[in-house]
């Protein structure tokens, strides 16, 4: 039976619509909340529940930052609320459906991502991609360096919200970034990359927990910013649109649907109403709603509310965005005679952890633009790996390291003729700050398959993000 008597639910007067028209079967039967006698117009009080949890909020017994990277994702024991997280992460599995369809459409000049004539199964394409990879991307640097790190960062914010502290939510969008996002939906359209696999949870971390703190303000702030109530909802759907989306559509079907929304806003929103049937057939716009002070709708977005409350963190967890480090500089190459390539400088830039104050790990990458030594003809040189560091004299601000990874090394982007390499070398770190430091170091490469060995000289200066290095 199709809905009987259905009214939408009233929208301000200055609504936005941003959404679309869904169509739901679902089965009516025996329901507490729906009942024959229900076939008239009525209308029910809804206020929904504060779904989140802080880390902060908890009283966490000291001990456990003895093992400080412990995860707690898959044994919540201090509060985290996994029923919320798998709720968000549903939430996530169906928006990214509809994201990598949006993508598919887009042509290819945008998204970078191959087109084939035969068009292959999807399996097909998927085990070719998968198998091929990853690979060093050459998608434009917003892509990579902007909309990577944002959706990282509102993965984390999914883990943040429902209680779970800084480490397990970067591992949170880990795992999604990596096997949900670059090995699962991205990998039907292309190879996976290298530096999106690194790039979107590292430096998610660091958007997802401004973000998450910056939500937080505007909540504090009665919902507005700068005094504007449209670009405080803007923003806050920006900041996070999972739990955003999640909060519109449990307002508008008018029961708690999605486990979304923070404990800083409440208000009330009239039910649907049904038939006694044994089935319907909701229509439901989506729309995200904004409105002027006087909106019957407004406390249902705005989050608008008298009661306050300030923030008290007891936390006194050691990992936090100040282990999270990107670093800039220069390089000086000298290459084996194969690459009948001139000497030159390059630029170097890295991002990665710095798990303590003895050990890091970071993805390396350097380019230079070299001249062969008979023609003078100007070849593009890159070289990427992923590095571990040891540091020594810890106490000091004067570190000598040791460094060792493996990797890739190719000319004029050409992957079918890269080469894979394995480097050590010894460094010297200075701290400046918290924050702030710099270090050069010397590597030497080796590459099996042309036995080709080469030296880079570097020096680089550091960023740590958050309150840098404080602890550990």
């Known amino acids: 039976m199709y809905l009987q008597n259905y009214q939408p639910i009233r929208s301000p007067k200055n609504a936005l619509f941003i959404g679309a028209i869904l169509i739901s079967s679902t089965a009516m039967a025996d329901n507490d909340l729906i009942a024959p006698q229900l076939e008239q117009e009525y209308e ?15 009283e966490i017994d000291p001990s456990f930052y003895d093992s400080p990277y412990q995860i707690s994702l898959f044994s919540p024991q201090n509060g985290e609320d996994s029923d919320r997280l798998l709720s968000q992460t549903y939430t996530v599995f169906g928006l990214g459906a509809v994201v990598i369809a949006t993508l598919g459409a887009m042509p290819s000049t945008i998204t970078n991502w191959e087109e084939e004539d035969d068009d292959p199964a999807l399996s097909t394409k998927w085990l070719e991609n998968v198998s091929a990879g990853p690979v060093w991307d050459r998608d434009d640097w917003y892509l990579n360096y902007v909309a990577h ?3 990282g960062g509102v993965f984390y914010q999914s883990a943040r919200k429902s209680g779970y502290r800084q480490w397990d939510a970067f591992v949170y969008s880990f795992m999604m970034s990596t096997f949900y996002w670059e090995y699962g939906m991205e990998a039907f359209a292309e190879v996976p990359s290298i530096q999106d696999l690194v790039v ?15 939500e937080r303000d505007i909540w504090l702030n009665g919902g507005t910013v700068l005094g504007s109530e449209i670009l405080g909802n803007t923003s806050l759907f920006l900041l996070d649109p999972v739990d955003s989306i999640g909060r519109n559509v449990n307002y508008l079907f008018g029961i708690d649907i999605i486990k979304a929304g923070t404990g800083y806003f409440t208000f009330q929103q009239a039910a649907l109403p049904y038939g006694n049937g044994t089935e319907s057939e909701i229509g439901l716009k989506v729309s995200y709603l904004f409105g002027a002070d006087d909106s019957d709708a407004l406390p249902a977005i705005s989050g608008k509310t008298n009661e306050y409350r300030p923030y008290r963190s007891h936390s006194v967890d050691p990992v936090d965005t100040g282990i999270v480090g990107i ?40 380019r230079a633009d070299l001249q062969e030594k008979q023609n003078s003809k100007s070849i593009i040189y890159e070289n990427y790996s992923l590095d571990l560091q040891y540091y020594l004299n810890t106490q000091s601000d004067w570190r000598p390291f040791i460094t060792a990874g493996v990797g890739e090394m190719m000319r004029e982007q050409e992957r079918n003729d890269k080469r894979f390499q394995i480097n050590g070398g010894l460094g010297l770190h200075y701290k400046i700050n918290n924050n702030w430091a710099v270090q050069s170091d010397w590597r030497h490469y080796y590459s099996p398959r042309t036995d080709a060995h080469e030296n880079q000289l570097g020096s680089a200066i550091i960023y740590r993000f958050g309150k840098g290095e404080w602890s550990l």
């Open 44 to 58: 029910i009080s809804y206020q929904i529940q504060a779904t989140n949890s802080l880390w902060e909020d908890k």
């Open 149 to 151: 790190p944002y959706f």
């Open 200 to 214: 979107t949870p590292v430096l998610g971390w660091v958007y997802g927990e401004w973000a998450f703190n910056t």
């Open 327 to 366: 670093s800039a500089g220069a390089v000086w190459l000298n290459l084996d005679n194969e690459w009948g390539m001139k000497h030159a400088y390059g630029k170097q830039l890295s991002a990665g952890l710095y798990f303590t104050r003895s050990i890091s790990a970071r993805l390396n990458y350097s």
